[in-house]
């Protein structure tokens, strides 16, 4: 077992080449023009190795184009898309369809019916279904829409326009809040978009459902497309939503946002917001861009999460409870592990799982892993930049935050001194620092994080890349000749740095100490799953372990899904626990990024999709579950 990646030591050469940016706007082209399963986010305009959001995402018919689902959509069954809050109105208003009647039994077949999915009253027992949609007198407007045992309203009017939006709102659409107004039910927010037939702006509305009422409502800008929306907790346990900036802030060719909306019951509101929402300001200006999401996090301890919000190179952070900024840091996560390459080459890019997280040690941390999520073979840009890095405060003391760590893995693309024509012939003599392709590639489980022997780690697994196939130097360098960023130029560049996915190498895993980086354990030619301490007779953790052979495809299109080892890590060693009594990979359950599990771009959270039972059994992409039989003392087909 070897425990870490040795130093890179190739392509350290002159200046910074970070973000050329030879015109605006161009990036929409371009991300029209990807098919969702490339979508995922562009850092800097121009840059090839930047994936790029999705445009089409959060109508309220929504599919596969939200880029929330981009990162992980492959031709692999395993990597099917997580409804996104957009497709579903909201992801607990699925069943809405089923009934408005009080029985409890279908009348046809006697089947029970779908519970609601809100509990207004909080007494335990559900009582309402919300979604979005279009208003019943008036389809082109769109409404609250209500099916409840406790009140009589059937809809609550939003927006006298249509909830379609011209980007990616990223957040959950429906959430319940808590009781703001002085009686018995909780009111709930409403995220939407208002399509005036050109703009189609983002909209956070406050509805007191007993009443039938908007109370509070914030609108973005007209000339806004993206958006992030969460809720943070008070010291009473009730939440708090707000409306920020999301992907492209700071560089917005429109003009840049520059605040979010904080929801604050009875303010009169700012003007840039609405009633009942004060506007916090963002950053903006030079050097500054603004990533997808965020996570929330109380960092200084006084009973209020608190919005971190992630841009490139930096996170910054607002006090949900004073409404001003209370931390604001910058690292490089590269310098450490590559101080001789050319400073900010991988431009800060945050993309990838953020997880705000209490240690042991009580300090506040953040643990941000660069990689795309397991079974994500088709992406091979792979999340561009890789990287671990922890940020770290002291408890109730946001201004102690910093970088704790940081091991950077590997940079899709080539990065170029000059980009001057003279090269265009021998794009190779002005390489700053050469393409990674697919070496050093993450994929992460879920928030990475595990515990081993009583330490709390993060556990990756990652490829050793032998030989790219092509570097495709020619048609990057061409990128940035002018004509710059043609389609025909893009295509020639993608698809022949698409070649890449059938590089030669090895995958493996490692474990590293979340407190200080320091590498723990790790192992050659396996892939990690998953894992979780609801499969086995104890609690203990088990994880779900593919062993390949000693040289793969980086795709692994030429392994065939092999049989799962259950397998523990004691001592640093992987220990076995049985393996599956059947070949497959599992299914995976691909979560939207929420609360303190945050996002830098439009990737999600990879579980397994775990089924009842004592204990639980897990599902593989065929359907088949898997779980251990106490009896026979082995994992059986269920
Ligand atoms: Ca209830
Ligand atoms: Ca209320
Ligand atoms: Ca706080």
Redesign the pocket.
């Given at each position: 077992m070897s425990a870490s990646r040795p130093p890179r030591t190739s392509a350290i050469l002159a200046e910074s080449a970070r973000c050329p940016r030879p015109a605006t706007l161009r990036y929409t082209a371009i991300v029209r023009r990807l098919s969702p399963s490339l979508a995922l986010l562009l850092a800097c305009t121009g840059d090839p190795q930047d994936p790029t959001p999705g445009t089409t995402a959060a109508d309220t018919t929504g599919h596969s184009a939200d880029p929330t689902t981009g990162p992980s959509v492959g031709t692999t069954s395993n990597t099917t898309a997580p409804p996104t809050a957009s497709e579903t109105g909201a992801p607990e208003s699925t069943a809405d369809i089923s009934s408005t009647t009080s029985t409890t039994t279908d009348a046809t077949t006697g089947d029970p019916l779908p519970t609601r999915t809100h509990d207004l009253d909080r007494d335990g027992v559900p009582d309402t279904d919300l979604s979005l949609g279009p208003c019943t007198a008036e389809p082109a407007h769109t409404c609250l829409l209500v099916a409840s045992d406790l009140v009589a309203a059937a809809e609550v009017l939003l927006s006298p326009t249509l909830d379609q939006c011209d980007a990616t709102y990223l957040g959950k659409r429906i959430t319940q809040l808590g009781e703001f107004t002085g009686d018995p039910l909780d009111e709930v927010s409403a995220g939407y978009c208002r399509f005036d037939g050109l703009e189609g702006p983002p909209s956070l509305a406050v509805v007191d459902v007993a009443a039938a009422a908007v109370i509070a409502r914030a609108d973005a800008p007209l000339v806004q497309d993206y958006a992030w929306s969460d809720a943070v907790h008070d010291p009473d346990g009730r939440l708090h939503p707000f409306l920020a900036p999301s992907y492209g802030d700071g560089e917005n060719p429109l003009g840049n946002w520059g605040y979010l909306c904080s929801f604050v019951p009875g303010d009169p509101g700012s003007p840039g917001c609405g009633p009942g929402f004060v506007a916090v300001p963002t950053p903006t200006g030079p050097g500054v861009f603004r990533e997808a999401g965020g996570t929330v996090q109380?960092?200084?301890g006084?009973g209020?999460?608190?919005i971190n919000l992630i841009y490139h190179r930096r996170i910054h952070t607002i006090?949900?409870?004073t409404l001003g900024p209370i931390a604001d840091v910058e690292y490089d996560v590269a310098a450490t592990t590559e101080p001789n390459a050319p400073k900010w080459f991988h431009s800060g890019r945050n993309y990838g799982t953020h997880r705000a997280v209490t240690g042991d040690d009580a300090n506040e941390r953040l643990v941000i892993v660069g990689g795309t999520p397991v079974g994500s073979f088709t992406d091979d840009l792979c999340n561009v930049s890789r990287f671990l890095a922890v940020l770290e405060s002291a408890p109730s003391l946001p201004a102690t935050r910093k970088l704790a760590w940081a091991t950077y893995f590997g940079f899709s693309s080539t990065i170029f001194s000059t980009y001057d024509p003279q090269y265009v012939d021998d794009p190779m003599s002005d390489v700053a620092r050469l393409a990674d392709a697919v070496d050093g590639c993450i994929h992460r489980f879920s928030d990475s994080r595990t515990v081993m022997d009583g330490q709390q780690a993060l556990l990756v697994n990652y490829f050793a890349m032998d030989a790219p196939v092509d570097l495709c130097l020619d048609e990057q360098f061409a990128l940035y000749q002018p004509p710059t960023w043609t389609d025909e130029k893009a295509d020639a560049w993608y698809g022949c740095f698409a070649q890449n996915r059938k590089s030669p190498g090895t995958w493996g895993m490692q474990v590293v100490d979340e407190r200080t980086g320091a590498p723990l354990t790790g192992g050659q030619t396996i892939y990690v799953w998953g894992w979780s301490s609801e499969l086995g007779p104890d609690d203990e953790i088990l994880y779900l372990v593919e062993y390949l052979p000693p040289k793969t495809l980086w795709d692994l299109s030429d392994v065939p899904p092999g049989t799962l080892q259950v397998q523990a890590l004691v001592a640093g060693l992987l220990q076995p626990r049985g393996s599956f009594p059947a070949a497959g990979r599992p299914k995976l359950d691909l979560q939207e990024p929420r609360g303190p599990r945050g996002a830098g771009s439009y990737t999600a959270f990879a579980e397994l999709t775990l089924h009842p039972g004592d204990p639980a059994g897990v599902e593989l992409e065929d359907g088949t579950i898997i779980g251990w039989d106490a009896d026979t003392q082995t994992w059986v087909v269920r």
């Open positions: 109380d960092l200084d006084d209020w999460a608190d006090s949900s409870a």
